[in-house]
């Protein structure tokens, strides 16, 4: 999953699932209509089957384990300019 102020991607084994704009995203329950996926420091793990977004669930498909082996957290790092391009770039 990728997180920032605007969006989350959500990849599967590496291609992109699924992505979220902030913007069109409230919780009419939570807080006055706000936005909590902008706070910082959360994390929504999710695995609901069903409801009314997914449908019936077919009650055979539920013989198998959804498991999660962990979580990470990363953070991206801000590309590092190296001290001869800086010069380069001098007039």
Not at 4 to 24: F, G, M, P, Q, Y
Not at 33 to 38: A, E, F, L, Q
Not at 41 to 52: C, I, S, T, Y
Request: proline share 4%; with cysteine; net charge positive.
């Amino acid at each position: 999953m990728e997180w920032d102020e605007k969006r989350v991607c959500v990849h599967l084994d590496k291609a992109l699932s699924d992505t979220i704009n902030l913007s069109k995203t409230l919780d009419g329950g939570f807080a006055k209509r706000s936005n909590p996926s902008k706070m910082p420091r959360h994390v929504f793990h999710n695995l609901a089957l069903g409801g009314e977004n997914g449908g019936d669930t077919d009650e055979t498909a539920l013989s198998i384990r959804y498991v999660t082996g962990h979580i990470r957290r990363y953070k991206k790092q801000k590309p590092r300019v190296h001290a001869s391009a800086i010069k380069s770039l001098s007039p």
